[in-house]
């Protein structure tokens, strides 16, 4: 069984910029969520997809957007990067839309924006 | 709007001294109750998932209760290796995995 994996692993960008994160879910998983994690904070959920569809949002502004592909990959993009977009990204996979059940968390991208 | 508040921030413990660990919650309709490991620079690793009031689950060293309004994770005879800041999330609503997490708290086990 192979976990979530996450690329890269750390990315420096400048503010204005736009960045692309990668995620890879959980074999047979079909969900996967994605947070932002500033230091010393819990995580802080941004969206999730079910099945290639944004299925719920969070508090973040629309410079924040992802994809789902037929695997069930996914990426968040992040446009007009800005100094409080510095942070831990994780994506986490779990099975099913709606229903109860543990995410299984990658090791995260850090960014910095400067 | 749904809040989970985990005490205490930061606890220190000698190898051997057992403790608990709080995570209370506030949402309209609790779905499941989890609790994360995190070590410093990694993602979350899944611990244990509660459902409804008066539920248990043990792993090893770590028993995680649930109460209608809050969550204790028992740490019995901790060990260094124990050190890691312990998350503890709440799912709610439906349709979606809405998650929330707490802050943490960040446990430090001196040999």
């Known amino acids: 069984e192979t976990g979530v994996t996450q690329s890269p692993t750390h990315l420096i960008k400048t503010r204005g910029q736009q960045v692309t994160l990668r995620c890879s879910s959980q074999?047979?998983?079909?969900?996967v969520s994605w947070y932002q994690q500033a230091l010393g904070q819990g995580p802080q959920f941004i969206f999730q997809y079910y099945r290639e569809e944004e299925n719920g949002r969070g508090n973040f502004p629309p410079r924040f957007s992802g994809l789902q592909f037929p695997n069930y990959s996914s990426e968040l993009n992040v446009n007009a990067l800005e100094l409080d977009d510095s942070a831990l990204y994780l994506c986490?996979?779990?099975?099913?839309?709606?229903?109860?059940?543990?995410?299984?968390f990658g090791p995260g991208t850090r960014l910095t924006v400067l | 709007e749904d809040q989970v508040t985990q005490s205490p921030e930061a606890l220190r413990l000698q190898e051997g001294e057992s403790s608990s660990l709080n995570c209370s919650y506030t949402?309209?309709?609790?779905?499941?109750l989890f609790w994360y490991r995190q070590d410093p620079g990694k993602g979350p690793e899944f611990l244990f998932t509660?459902?409804?009031a008066g539920e248990e689950k043990e792993k090893e060293r770590l028993k995680a209760t649930l109460t209608k309004k809050e969550s204790f994770l028992h740490i019995t005879a901790p060990k260094p290796e124990d050190s890691a800041t312990y998350l503890c999330?709440?799912?709610?609503?439906?349709?979606?995995?809405?998650?929330?997490f707490g802050i943490g708290t960040k446990l430090q086990v001196i040999p």
């Open positions: 986490a996979s779990s099975l099913g839309r709606g229903g109860v059940g543990e995410q299984f």
């Open positions: 074999s047979g998983h079909n969900t």
């Open positions: 999330a709440v799912q709610e609503g439906e349709g979606y995995q809405k998650v929330t």
């Open positions: 949402v309209s309709g609790l779905r499941g």
């Open positions: 509660l459902y409804s």
